[in-house]
């Protein structure tokens, strides 16, 4: 089978924005049926993102990704036709991509091999069993937010966040770890359900990531575990994006 799709100079830009979001933390990208989903190299975040408005249904393999990235981004300013090959006999297929000056072609890798694997939506509900019933909190993040996040994160060498629960309210913070420096990111975030003198260390990647709207953080609670489900939705043009993780919730005297 072989399907062949036209990507506008906006939409390759979207896909080459999408994948550098990943470059850091991620060693291969699999996209299956138009979405990517899957856990980063340390396996503490999973990556959502929806790129059926550029890709419709298709499936994309790409190994080595930080390098196939650079290879990509030659193409940028120009529309690409992207090439899928998937042969019905099990034989290596091939992606290809090309504009008016040249082409480039990968050969669909040996899944066996990659490291970020594609995560069905069953799995992810298994280890996210979020409800609406038991959302902690919910916070809008600017771009200016997020991004000083992401530079605090760096030049403090962590790679949480601490998110505090003072009853009703909320805070997010980040100190170095000999705590001689240290950030106020939040104050006074109210809360759906009220948690006292507790507190948990929420992992940074989603705060790195590139994006145009807002990043909407979502905080739920395990509801068989004393563990916080953390959720960040955002946009690229017209792809949706998620970025889910999990931490314990431990009491301050236990911290």
């Known amino acids: 089978m072989e399907l062949t799709q036209s990507l506008s100079v906006e939409g390759f830009n979207e896909f080459i924005r999408c994948l550098t979001n990943l470059k850091e933390v991620c060693n291969d990208a699999d996209i299956r049926g138009g979405i990517l989903r899957q856990r980063i190299n340390n396996h503490t975040s ?38 899928i090959n998937e042969p019905e006999d099990g034989t290596p297929g091939f992606y290809n991509f090309q504009d008016t000056y040249s082409s480039i072609k990968f050969i669909t890798p040996t899944m066996d091999f990659m490291d970020n694997k594609f995560m069905t939506e069953e799995e992810l509900e298994s280890i996210f069993p979020a409800d609406e019933d038991h959302l902690i909190l919910e916070k809008d993040l600017s771009q200016i937010l997020t991004d000083r996040i992401r530079i605090i994160c760096h030049q403090f060498s962590i790679e949480t966040i601490l998110a505090e629960f003072n009853g009703e309210t909320a805070s997010l913070s980040a100190a ?14 109210m809360m759906n359900q009220e948690i006292n003198e507790s507190s948990t260390n929420v992992s940074n990647v989603a705060f790195s990531m590139d994006h145009e709207t807002d990043i909407k953080y979502s905080m739920f609670k395990d509801p068989n575990q004393n563990v916080a489900l953390n959720k960040f939705s955002t946009t690229i043009g017209d792809i949706d994006i998620n970025v889910y993780s999990r931490s314990q919730i431990v009491t301050n005297d236990e911290g």
């Open 46 to 83: 999973v990556f959502e993102v929806d790129l059926r408005a550029i890709f419709d249904e298709s499936n994309i393999a790409l190994t080595n990704l930080k390098q196939k990235l650079e290879l990509l981004k030659t193409f940028q300013g120009q529309e690409v036709q992207v090439t």
């Open 176 to 189: 170095t770890p000999s705590k001689d420096q240290s950030a106020n990111f939040a104050r006074d975030i």
